[in-house]
């Protein structure tokens, strides 16, 4: 049972470009979200996709932008890279309802740099 | 003030010891509670949710008390393997929010 895949792992990119991030969910989670770690924090929450529409976001500019697909994958897209961004970005997938619902688990992250 | 707020760390402590980590929270609608264990470069996994009556989990005791928006972790006769990040999460209105972390270094 595959958990929840992260893609790319690393990737380096420069100033004002942009940034398309994948999450595949845990198998039979319908919950996706997406958060950002910088160094020696905790995970920031960006937003929440379910049933394909963002239904919570957290303190985040719209340069921060997501999808969902029917098979409930995501993406997140991050235009107008600034060095801040620099952060390792994780997806964590969950149950909507029923026991275990909000307990998140989590991919391996994808590590960005903005040079 | 931020939603979710603990410990400042890192905490040193020598095998065996017992070790007890707290979390305020602000925002009084917060419905469900947890704690969570990040390892040094890798991901947050669940370590336990924390319910009113408190619960246990082997060596990990977890305890939330709603009137004084106080969650409380303890670990007892700490292993090498606890070493860890140890990250207190509150859910509120399906917005999971995490608090910024109490690293833990257990010393031989």
């Known amino acids: 049972d595959a958990g929840v895949t992260q893609s790319p792992t690393h990737l380096i990119k420069t100033r004002g470009q942009q940034v398309t991030l994948r999450c595949s969910p845990k198998s039979g989670h319908d919950t996706v979200s997406w958060y950002q770690q910088a160094l020696g924090q905790g995970p920031q929450f960006i937003f929440q996709y379910y049933e394909e529409e963002e239904r919570q976001r957290g303190n985040f500019p719209d340069r921060f932008s997501g999808h969902q697909f029917p098979n409930y994958s995501s993406e997140l897209n991050v235009n107008a890279l600034l060095l801040g961004d620099s952060a390792l970005y994780l997806c964590?997938?969950?149950?909507?309802?029923?026991?275990?619902?909000?307990?998140?688990?989590f991919g391996a992250g994808s590590r960005l740099t903005v040079l | 003030r931020k939603e979710v707020e603990q410990d400042p760390g890192p905490f040193n402590v020598p095998e065996g010891a017992t070790v007890a980590f707290n979390c305020t929270y602000s925002?009084?609608?917060?419905?469900?509670f947890f704690w969570y264990r990040q390892d040094c470069r890798k991901e947050p996994k669940l370590l336990m949710s924390v319910y009113s009556s408190g619960n246990e989990d082997g060596r990990f005791t977890a305890q939330l008390n709603r009137a004084s928006q106080y969650i409380s972790l303890l670990i007892r006769d700490s292993k090498l393997s606890d070493s860890a990040t140890y990250l207190c999460?509150?859910?509120?209105?399906?917005?999971?929010?995490f608090g910024k972390g109490t690293r833990l270094h257990i010393l031989p």
């Open positions: 964590a997938s969950s149950y909507e309802t029923g026991v275990g619902a909000n307990v998140l688990t």
């Open positions: 999460v509150v859910n509120r209105d399906d917005k999971i929010i």
């Open positions: 925002n009084s609608a917060s419905q469900s």
